[in-house]
């Protein structure tokens, strides 16, 4: 019941960002960013109680760099200023989370079976810098290695099978995915591309990831959520 709530605080939280971020006014769209993760880390807790764990601590580490992303990333005129120390936030949040997907004990998939799938993943990233790279300028190194750490994490979801349960795979892969298609549309936008609905794109895929990955994190370890 207390994830439910947290859930449709969470989602409400979301809409209203998306309402107030086409105003002029920046302050309530980013108060509101600042406490979307937040809602999250609380889902977390509530259902993983164990602050030793390795893997709960490297979540909660990618959940904290993903809070300071969204933060530095909303600060109203200071875009340009900013970006940087954003985008190095989000890897570090990419870095942790591939860490959780890739650390726990089984066959590695990868290594395994499903070596082909890096084929249409590689594919992916490299059509992205592909389309972008007369666009990128001095951003070209910054954007290339982000694109190789969120394919590395997008990998990493990919290669739990067998480690988890189906529930917990499925919802964290597909919440990777929209993480890769979120930060591609935000890629595209921001660099010579923009289209109209960028934002909605961007976000409600963001969102989805974000809780998808929690939940299915989550899911790991319990088979109900409280």
């Not at 602050?51 to 993903?66: P, Q, R, V, Y």
């Not at 875009?79 to 591939?98: K, N, Q, R, S, T």
């Not at 799938?117 to 992916?124: A, E």
Request: proline share 4%; hydrophobic share 55%.
């Amino acid at each position: 019941m207390k994830t439910t709530i947290l859930t449709i605080i969470y989602f409400i939280i979301g809409i209203l960002f998306l309402i107030f971020e086409a105003n002029p006014s920046y302050i309530p769209a980013l108060t509101l960013k600042t406490l979307m993760i937040p809602v999250l880390a609380v889902i977390f807790l509530i259902n993983l109680r164990s602050g030793s764990d390795l893997l709960h601590k490297l979540m909660l580490t990618g959940l904290f760099f993903s809070w300071a992303g969204d933060v530095l990333l909303e600060v109203p005129n200071q875009a340009a200023d900013l970006f940087i120390p954003g985008l190095i936030c989000f890897l570090l949040a990419h870095i942790m989370y591939l860490l959780t997907f890739f650390l726990p004990r089984g066959e590695n998939f990868i290594n395994k079976k499903g070596l082909w799938l890096l084929i249409p993943v590689s594919l992916f990233g490299a059509g992205i810098i592909f389309y972008l790279h007369t666009d990128l300028g001095d951003m070209m190194i910054p954007v290339t290695i982000y694109t190789v750490v969120i394919l590395a994490m997008v990998t990493g979801a990919i290669n739990r099978l067998k480690k988890v349960n189906a529930v917990s795979y499925w919802l964290v892969l597909t919440g990777a995915i929209l993480f890769l298609i979120s930060d591609s549309a935000l890629a595209i936008n921001k660099f010579g591309h923009p289209f109209r609905g960028s934002s909605i794109v961007i976000m409600s895929t963001y969102l989805l990831a974000q809780y998808l990955i929690i939940t299915g994190y989550i899911r790991q370890f319990r088979s109900d959520l409280k």
